[in-house]
């Protein structure tokens, strides 16, 4: 039986050669291979990994263009990998590699997706800690297929469950809703993470929250449909002010306080329209990079894996430069140069030299 571990990384120089310490000695009892996504780092990660790919063969590197992003990358390893059962960590250690010989045990009794669970969050601000909370108690309700909480993207997936993740080729990718999605059989299991060993997130606050709104976009169409619910909410109260300031002019002598209430009414409705035409505008210019088709990610580099030949849907895998291309040579011929314009038409501007 082959393990296969699939590692997205982005700037990790410091991290990878501890990371490859505790793997070897978690797997001593266990054949496996080790697949290492370079998503574009920009710091001595690519001489780290190339030198990890020179010790052994079965560490394996892909590297990207650019930057795709961690679920794309995340993609990529599943596509790469060879094994029987894939786990995808993270390279900073926050996921212990300690827990994989438990996670094979369960796969072993027959679980296709194997999903620790953080049971505490060592090493996050208490803003995190909360967010993170809120979001999977939220998104739980709104998605149609509920998806385990507290869960990120470490997890086992047997084979078929990889075959089947590697269907799926949307551009707007949510593994752990895809998971859901699957609904394959899964088992938690719940471990402690720690902080990061070394170096800092690559997940600032920006990209969480564009991660999350991924998440809920991907998998429910609860915003496109919150405009509907505001709008009865506030067509009633609004019903309910008018009923309310007629009885007022007419039982009353109290003045109806003017430009004040209409002005945070008007507020308030351009709020909710501006809010729900947002959503709608996402959801379009979701379907608009859908419908383009473009690869998920542009594969340039490899190490102990032959890119020649590879073909994947929905994924650009430039070969290995074995194949040279023919420079375009541009001659400077007589016919090259632009001929003067001898047009009658053309007159140029007094004074200006043409
Ligand atoms: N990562 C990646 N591409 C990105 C961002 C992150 O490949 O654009 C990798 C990163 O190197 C790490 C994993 O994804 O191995 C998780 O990222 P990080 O630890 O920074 O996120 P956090 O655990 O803080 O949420
Ligand atoms: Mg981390």
Known sequence: ??????????????????????????????????????????????????????????????????????????????????????????????????????????????????????????????????????????????????????????????????????????QHRYMRGMVAWLGLKEVMLPFERKARAAGQTNYPLLKMLRFAWTGVTSFSAFPLRISIAAGCLLSVAGFLYLLCVTYLALYTTTLIPGWASVVALQCIFSGVILLALGAVGDYVARSYEEAKERPLYVVTDARNVSLAGKSLPRALVLADAAVPLDPVVVEETESAVPAPITSPAYQPLAGVRA
């Open 1 to 170: 039986m082959l393990l296969s571990i699939v590692i997205p990384v982005l700037n990790e120089a410091q991290t990878v050669p501890l990371m490859m310490v505790r793997l070897r000695d978690a797997l001593r009892k266990v054949s496996w291979e080790v697949i290492f996504v370079d998503d574009g780092s920009t710091d001595a990660t690519p001489s780290v990994l190339a030198l990890e790919a020179l010790k052994e063969e079965r560490v394996k590197v892909i590297r990207f263009s650019r930057n795709f992003g961690h679920q794309a990358a995340v993609t990529a390893g599943l596509d790469f990998a060879n094994g029987d059962a894939v786990v995808v960590m993270d390279a900073d250690l926050q996921d212990p590699p300690e827990l994989l010989p438990r996670m094979l045990d369960l796969f072993e009794r027959g679980y296709d997706i194997v999903s620790p669970q953080r049971r505490s969050r060592e090493g996050e601000t208490v803003f995190k800690r909360w967010t993170a909370k809120i979001f999977y108690r939220v998104l739980a309700h709104l998605a149609e297929q509920p998806m385990t909480p507290d869960v990120g993207d470490f997890r086992l997936y047997s084979r078929r469950a990889v075959l089947a993740i590697r269907s799926l080729r949307e």
